[in-house]
């Protein structure tokens, strides 16, 4: 190499294969505007004016013959400007464009959104039918893509549950609003509700609403064969009933078994319906912790429960979980109700003579 062509190129860079000369002439002339593909080929050039032989100019930058006297020519001729070594955009230079008037694309708009699911020969035949003149199915595609005229199953189907549910309005948020607002000598209870899922052997699937006042920490609870909103309706029924109907707000989270009917049974008692924030149990406190309770202390260490609950009527189940509860609000000691149970909480701070059960209104306790 020393007596070749390269002698006068200077020694090599064993880690590049390429000559020193190109290093030097990038630190004397940055090339920083333009890309790496560009300093490859102005390096290759520079190095022709160097040794004046193609064939080693292409060995040692590995490209062809072909593309070297493609771009040297393409920088000779601009005058060598670095910017004639960028690559070219391949694009056409004369694209076929659509005349399509603007009242016509319209029309196409409007038919497509009516008639959303047909192709483009049954739209291009009922265009035809309704407007009385013909359109390509090339013009369809071009509103079509245009507009972004798609049918989306996602959309579709939000849209037609908020038609046929009824789940359009805005929903009152916890994290917007003072339960204790709500509240009042006539109606003192705010309860939070839940709903607890049983997998029971050979596929049974039970369901367990639970509901607890918020500051007294009066609970109820009941078991279902289904987690719908007619069972989430006769739950609160069931609830208005024991506590007398003094329910000022409930909250509850997004789940289906509370909107519909449990939503038709707020609107009939004149109860306020506040939802939790997606995936966010921390808004419900109060009932996940009782919900833990229960399980604990009452599914877990109580023999005759699960058995009741594989039978297809949840009476004797009810009944178990009746006794536990009365236990729970009755006489279980609660260490934010300064050890005192929910019934005598509720009745030494808001009734101080009368002794009325919250659990069972028309029941006295001595």
Same mark, same amino acid.
């Given at each position: 190499?020393?007596?070749?062509?390269?002698?006068?190129?200077?020694?090599?860079?064993?880690?590049?294969?390429? #000559?020193?000369?190109?290093?030097?002439?990038?630190?004397?002339?940055?090339?920083?505007?333009?890309?790496?593909?560009?300093?490859?080929?102005?390096?290759?050039?520079?190095?022709?004016?160097?040794?004046?032989?193609?064939?080693?100019?292409?060995?040692?930058?590995?490209?062809?013959?072909?593309?070297?006297?493609?771009?040297?020519?393409?920088?000779?001729?601009?005058?060598?400007?670095?910017?004639?070594?960028?690559?070219?955009?391949?694009?056409?230079?004369?694209?076929?464009?659509?005349?399509?008037?603007?009242?016509?694309?319209?029309?196409?708009?409007?038919?497509?959104?009516?008639?959303?699911?047909?192709?483009?020969?049954?739209?291009?035949?009922?265009?035809?039918?309704?407007?009385?003149?013909?359109?390509?199915?090339?013009?369809?595609?071009?509103?079509?893509?245009?507009? /972004?005229?798609?049918?989306?199953?996602?959309?579709?189907?939000?849209?037609?549950?908020?038609?046929?549910?009824?789940?359009?309005?805005?929903?009152?948020?916890?994290?917007?609003?003072?339960?204790?607002?709500?509240?009042? #000598?006539?109606?003192?209870?705010?309860?939070?509700?839940?709903?607890?899922?049983?997998?029971?052997?050979?596929?049974?699937?039970?369901?367990?609403?639970?509901?607890?006042?918020?500051?007294?920490?009066?609970?109820?609870?009941?078991?279902?064969?289904?987690?719908?909103?007619?069972?989430?309706?006769?739950?609160?029924?069931?609830?208005?009933?024991?506590?007398?109907?003094?329910?000022?707000?409930?909250?509850?989270?997004?789940?289906?078994?509370?909107?519909?009917?449990?939503?038709?049974?707020?609107?009939?008692?004149?109860?306020?319906?506040?939802?939790?924030?997606?995936?966010?149990?921390?808004?419900?406190?109060?009932?996940?912790?009782? /919900?833990?309770?229960?399980?604990?202390?009452?599914?877990?260490?109580?023999?005759?429960?699960?058995?009741?609950?594989?039978?297809?009527?949840?009476?004797?189940? /009810?009944?178990?979980?009746?006794?536990?509860?009365?236990?729970?609000?009755?006489?279980?000691?609660?260490?934010?109700?300064?050890?005192?149970?929910?019934?005598?909480?509720?009745?030494?701070?808001?009734?101080?003579?009368?002794?009325?059960?919250?659990?069972?209104?028309?029941?006295?306790?001595?």
């Amino acid at each position: 190499m020393s007596s070749g062509k390269l002698s006068n190129a200077g020694s090599y860079s064993i880690t590049y294969n390429l #000559p020193y000369s190109f290093y030097k002439f990038v630190k004397a002339y940055p090339m920083g505007e333009i890309s790496s593909t560009a300093q490859l080929r102005l390096g290759a050039i520079e190095f022709f004016y160097q040794i004046r032989n193609v064939s080693v100019v292409c060995k040692s930058f590995k490209i062809s013959r072909k593309s070297f006297y493609k771009w040297r020519l393409r920088y000779e001729v601009s005058g060598k400007r670095l910017s004639s070594l960028e690559n070219i955009s391949k694009a056409p230079k004369t694209k076929r464009e659509t005349v399509l008037d603007f009242k016509t694309e319209l029309d196409i708009k409007h038919i497509r959104e009516k008639y959303i699911r047909l192709g483009k020969v049954k739209l291009q035949k009922l265009f035809k039918d309704e407007y009385g003149c013909y359109v390509s199915q090339n013009h369809i595609s071009y509103v079509i893509q245009k507009y /972004n005229l798609y049918f989306d199953p996602v959309t579709a189907k939000r849209i037609r549950s908020k038609k046929i549910k009824g789940r359009g309005h805005k929903k009152l948020r916890i994290n917007e609003v003072n339960p204790n607002d709500y509240l009042s #000598p006539t109606k003192p209870f705010f309860f939070t509700t839940d709903s607890i899922v049983l997998y029971l052997p050979y596929g049974i699937k039970r369901y367990i609403i639970t509901a607890v006042e918020h500051e007294k920490k009066i609970a109820y609870a009941r078991s279902y064969n289904s987690k719908s909103s007619l069972s989430a309706f006769d739950f609160l029924m069931r609830l208005s009933v024991l506590v007398d109907g003094k329910i000022a707000a409930i909250l509850s989270d997004n789940g289906s078994e509370f909107a519909k009917y449990f939503e038709e049974a707020c609107k009939r008692l004149n109860i306020i319906h506040i939802y939790s924030r997606v995936h966010t149990p921390k808004d419900n406190p109060v009932c996940e912790r009782f /919900n833990r309770t229960l399980q604990e202390e009452f599914m877990e260490t109580d023999e005759y429960f699960e058995p009741y609950l594989t039978e297809s009527n949840l009476v004797r189940a /009810n009944e178990r979980l009746t006794e536990w509860l009365i236990f729970y609000n009755f006489k279980r000691p609660h260490q934010t109700l300064d050890y005192r149970s929910p019934f005598e909480y509720y009745h030494y701070k808001f009734f101080e003579k009368q002794k009325l059960s919250p659990m069972y209104p028309t029941l006295t306790c001595h």
